[in-house]
T-cell receptor
Framework: AQTVTQSQPEMSVQEAETVTLSCTYD???????LFWYKQPPSRQMILVIR??????QNATENRFSVNFQKAAKSFSLKISDSQLGDTAMYFC???????????FGPGTSLSVIP | NAGVTQTPKFQVLKTGQSMTLQCAQD?????MYWYRQDPGMGLRLIYY???????DKGEVPNGYNVSRLNKREFSLRLESAAPSQTSVYFC?????????FGQGTRLTVV
């Protein structure tokens, strides 16, 4: 069975600084998908970034980028130039195939401090 | 959350009462899911339906039943609510490279 681990329950960062959230996962699959979802206080689940395991290049979306280490089964999220609106819960997630169920990690609560 | 609508948004139940959470999608997608979210545990899968007419247990199915009424609708039923079922519930669909979520239902069982 696949599992997703996030070892940092809470983190904080100063506004405009950079922060990295950690995620590791366990799977025997070779092809799969990884995601970072953001959940602000509104409870809405928002896709931040995704990575396809067969792609070696790390995904980037504006201020958000990932460091995908397939052999180490590691998938960290880097947020550059942190903004107050980045304050939220962040969930790392795994999907075995494009139409499969999504498995989530326990989440990291990120606070951006003015 | 475009395309996935779940109701109600909030509910308070007494222990032993029953209720059904409703979920509907207009994205014409086969797979639908019910998750529960608890502090420190992320989202855990309760049940899922890969297609109309099929349902399967997820990680935490005990105390719940589901019904895939048609391709659009996937409901979650609590027959006899317990305080341990106090949680936030999300309906979701999974599509190529992304999952879409409803707004969530905050359920409190007292």
């Amino acid at each position: 069975a696949q599992t997703v681990t996030q070892s940092q329950p809470e983190m904080s960062v100063q506004e405009a600084e950079t922060v990295t959230l950690s995620c590791t996962y366990d799977t025997s699959e070779n092809n799969y998908y990884l995601f970072w979802y953001k959940q602000p206080p509104s409870r809405q689940m928002i896709l931040v970034i995704r990575q396809e395991a067969y792609k070696q290049q790390n995904a980037t979306e504006n201020r958000f980028s990932v460091n995908f280490q397939k052999a180490a089964k590691s998938f960290s999220l880097k947020i550059s130039d942190s903004q107050l609106g980045d304050t939220a819960m962040y969930f790392c997630a795994f999907m075995r195939t494009s139409y499969d169920k999504v498995i989530f990690g326990p989440g990291t609560s990120l606070s951006v401090i003015p | 959350n475009a395309g996935v609508t779940q109701t109600p948004k909030f509910q308070v139940l007494k222990t032993g009462q029953s209720m059904t959470l409703q979920c509907a999608q207009d994205m014409n997608h086969n797979s639908m899911y019910w998750y529960r979210q608890d502090p420190g545990m992320g989202l855990r899968l309760i049940y899922y339906s890969a297609s109309e007419g099929t349902t399967d247990k997820g990680e935490v199915p005990n105390g719940y039943n589901v019904s895939r009424l048609n391709k659009r609708e996937f409901s979650l039923r609590l027959e006899s609510a317990a305080p341990s079922q106090t949680s936030v519930y999300f309906c979701a669909i999974a599509q190529v490279l992304e999952a879409f979520f409803g707004q969530g239902t905050r359920l409190t069982v007292v």
